[in-house]
C-alpha cells in the first residue's frame, strides 16, 4: 500500500506539467504586426496644365450642291464620276430625249400652223380695210375681221410659247456642270428613272474650304463665331490658321454634339475629305496653374476616386477622395480633395489598407549627373 501511494505522488509532477503543455499547445498566437510597405510618394503641387483639347474634323467645300434634272426621264448615260474634277459647262449625265424631241416637233407643228391662220387673217384684214374705204362693207364687218386676226395674232404668240418651252425641256435632259469643282457623290445610275429634281451627284465648288467637327454640349457654348481654331494634318504638315464661321444652333438628334465649321484658307488647305486636327482656342488651357497625378496614384472608391495620403507624423495613410476633372496626357487634372504639400502615394494603391505603416521608397542607385554631380533620386524628386 505505502508503494502504490509514493509512485502516484511521484506521477502527480508528470501530470501537472503534461497539463500545462496542452494548455499552452491551445492558446492563441500573438497576433502578426502588418508589414512596413514601401511606397512611392509625390508631393502635391501646382503645375502647368500642358494639352488643349483637339477634335477629329474633315475638310468640306464651303458650298456643295446636289445636281439634278429639271425634267423627268430615263437616264441613259453619266459621264461624271466620283472625285473627278468638272468645269463649267461641262455635260455631267443625258436623259433619253426622245420624248422632248417629239414634244417639241409637235410644237413646231403647232407653231406653223397657228402662223399660217395669223397670216391669212391678215390678209383678210387688209382687204377688208380696202372694202370698208371704198364703203363696199361695213363697219362691223370690218371690226369682226379685226378680231379674227387678234385671236389668230394670240394664238401664234401661244404656240411661240409652247415651242420654246418644250424646247427648254428637251435642252434640260443633258446635264451641265454650273461651276467648276469635285464630284463629291453619285447618287444616281444609268438606267435609273428619276423624276425632276431627283440628285443624281453633288458638286463641291472650288473656293473656300472649312473644317467641320461636333463638340458636345457642355463645350458648344464657349466657342464663339471669329475665335481662332488651329488646324493641322492627320499626316503631319504645318498647322494652319482658322477661324470660327458658324456654331450649330441646334444639336444632332443622333449624337447630341454641335457642328463647328471653321473657315481655313483654300490655297493651303488639305484635299477635299481630308482628315485633320482642330483646336480651339476657345477651350484651351495651356499654362493655367493645376494639380496633376499620375493616374496610377488613383483608385475606386465607392462612386467616387480616391488617394492614399502619407501621415508624416505616423509614418501611416488614409484615404482621401478626390474629384478629376480631366486628363493631361497621361496624368489626371484633381479638381478638389488635394492641396499643395500633401504627399500622396502613386504606386502600390492597391495593396494598401487604411492606418497602415509605410516607408518612402528609395531608389537602389543614385545617378550621376554631368560634370560628377549627384542627382538626386527619382523617387526623392517626385517627392
Same mark, same amino acid.
Request: charged share 20%.
Given at each position: 500500500?505505502?508503494?502504490?501511494?509514493?509512485?502516484?505522488?511521484?506521477?502527480?509532477?508528470?501530470?501537472?506539467?503534461?497539463?500545462?503543455?496542452?494548455?499552452?499547445?491551445?492558446?492563441?498566437?500573438?497576433?502578426?504586426?502588418?508589414?512596413?510597405?514601401?511606397?512611392?510618394?509625390?508631393? +502635391?503641387?501646382?503645375?502647368?496644365?500642358?494639352?488643349?483639347?483637339?477634335?477629329?474634323?474633315?475638310?468640306?467645300?464651303?458650298?456643295?450642291?446636289?445636281?439634278?434634272?429639271?425634267?423627268?426621264?430615263?437616264?441613259?448615260?453619266?459621264?461624271?464620276?466620283?472625285?473627278?474634277?468638272?468645269?463649267?459647262?461641262?455635260?455631267?449625265?443625258?436623259?433619253?430625249?426622245?420624248?422632248?424631241?417629239?414634244?417639241?416637233?409637235?410644237?413646231?407643228?403647232?407653231?406653223?400652223?397657228?402662223?399660217?391662220?395669223?397670216?391669212?387673217?391678215?390678209?383678210?384684214?387688209?382687204?377688208?380695210?380696202?372694202?370698208?374705204?371704198?364703203?363696199?362693207?361695213?363697219?362691223?364687218?370690218?371690226?369682226?375681221?379685226?378680231?379674227?386676226?387678234?385671236?389668230?395674232?394670240?394664238?401664234?404668240?401661244?404656240?411661240?410659247?409652247?415651242?420654246?418651252?418644250?424646247?427648254?425641256?428637251?435642252?434640260?435632259?443633258?446635264?451641265?456642270?454650273?461651276?467648276?469643282?469635285?464630284?463629291?457623290?453619285?447618287?444616281?445610275?444609268?438606267?435609273?428613272?428619276?423624276?425632276?429634281?431627283?440628285?443624281?451627284?453633288?458638286?463641291?465648288?472650288?473656293?473656300?474650304?472649312?473644317?467641320?467637327?461636333?463638340?458636345?454640349?457642355?463645350?458648344?457654348?464657349?466657342?464663339?463665331?471669329?475665335?481662332?481654331?488651329?488646324?493641322?494634318?492627320?499626316?503631319?504638315?504645318?498647322?494652319?490658321?482658322?477661324?470660327?464661321?458658324?456654331?450649330?444652333?441646334?444639336?444632332?438628334?443622333?449624337?447630341?454634339?454641335?457642328?463647328?465649321?471653321?473657315?481655313?484658307?483654300?490655297?493651303?488647305?488639305?484635299?477635299?475629305?481630308?482628315?485633320?486636327?482642330?483646336?480651339?482656342?476657345?477651350?484651351?488651357?495651356?499654362?493655367?496653374?493645376?494639380?496633376?497625378?499620375?493616374?496610377?496614384?488613383?483608385?475606386?472608391?465607392?462612386?467616387?476616386?480616391?488617394?492614399?495620403?502619407?501621415?508624416?507624423?505616423?509614418?501611416?495613410?488614409?484615404?482621401?477622395? +478626390?474629384?478629376?476633372?480631366?486628363?493631361?496626357?497621361?496624368?489626371?487634372?484633381?479638381?478638389?480633395?488635394?492641396?499643395?504639400?500633401?504627399?500622396?502615394?502613386?504606386?502600390?494603391?492597391?495593396?494598401?489598407?487604411?492606418?497602415?505603416?509605410?516607408?518612402?521608397?528609395?531608389?537602389?542607385?543614385?545617378?550621376?549627373?554631368?560634370?560628377?554631380?549627384?542627382?538626386?533620386?527619382?523617387?526623392?524628386?517626385?517627392?
Amino acid at each position: 500500500m505505502a508503494v502504490s501511494i509514493v509512485s502516484v505522488a511521484h506521477s502527480l509532477p508528470v501530470a501537472a506539467v503534461l497539463v500545462a503543455a496542452a494548455l499552452a499547445g491551445c492558446s492563441k498566437p500573438p497576433a502578426a504586426e502588418d508589414p512596413v510597405r514601401a511606397v512611392k510618394v509625390q508631393t +502635391v503641387g501646382a503645375s502647368a496644365y500642358g494639352t488643349a483639347p483637339e477634335f477629329s474634323a474633315e475638310v468640306r467645300a464651303r458650298i456643295e450642291t446636289p445636281m439634278g434634272f429639271r425634267v423627268a426621264g430615263k437616264i441613259l448615260r453619266r459621264q461624271a464620276e466620283l472625285g473627278q474634277r468638272v468645269q463649267a459647262g461641262q455635260v455631267l449625265a443625258q436623259l433619253d430625249p426622245q420624248d422632248y424631241r417629239l414634244a417639241a416637233d409637235a410644237a413646231r407643228a403647232q407653231q406653223a400652223s397657228a402662223q399660217t391662220n395669223r397670216d391669212l387673217a391678215a390678209a383678210d384684214l387688209k382687204r377688208y380695210r380696202e372694202l370698208r374705204a371704198q364703203n363696199f362693207i361695213s363697219g362691223a364687218e370690218l371690226e369682226r375681221r379685226e378680231t379674227t386676226y387678234k385671236s389668230a395674232q394670240a394664238q401664234f404668240e401661244q404656240a411661240q410659247a409652247q415651242l420654246a418651252s418644250q424646247g427648254n425641256q428637251a435642252s434640260y435632259a443633258t446635264l451641265v456642270a454650273d461651276t467648276a469643282g469635285v464630284v463629291t457623290a453619285i447618287e444616281a445610275q444609268p438606267g435609273q428613272v428619276v423624276s425632276a429634281g431627283t440628285p443624281v451627284l453633288r458638286i463641291a465648288q472650288d473656293g473656300a474650304r472649312d473644317a467641320v467637327f461636333a463638340v458636345p454640349e457642355d463645350r458648344a457654348a464657349q466657342i464663339k463665331p471669329g475665335s481662332d481654331v488651329a488646324v493641322r494634318g492627320w499626316a503631319g504638315g504645318p498647322e494652319l490658321p482658322g477661324k470660327v464661321r458658324e456654331v450649330g444652333a441646334s444639336a444632332d438628334p443622333v449624337t447630341r454634339t454641335y457642328t463647328v465649321k471653321v473657315a481655313i484658307d483654300a490655297a493651303t488647305a488639305p484635299p477635299l475629305g481630308a482628315t485633320v486636327y482642330a483646336r480651339p482656342q476657345a477651350l484651351s488651357h495651356v499654362g493655367a496653374p493645376v494639380i496633376k497625378l499620375p493616374t496610377s496614384a488613383l483608385r475606386q472608391e465607392g462612386n467616387g476616386s480616391a488617394v492614399w495620403l502619407v501621415d508624416k507624423a505616423s509614418m501611416t495613410v488614409r484615404s482621401q477622395p +478626390v474629384q478629376v476633372a480631366t486628363a493631361d496626357g497621361n496624368e489626371a487634372v484633381i479638381a478638389q480633395g488635394l492641396e499643395p504639400g500633401m504627399q500622396v502615394v502613386v504606386a502600390g494603391v492597391h495593396v494598401l489598407a487604411p492606418g497602415q505603416k509605410v516607408s518612402i521608397y528609395q531608389g537602389k542607385s543614385t545617378p550621376v549627373a554631368a560634370g560628377g554631380t549627384v542627382a538626386a533620386p527619382a523617387s526623392a524628386a517626385s517627392r
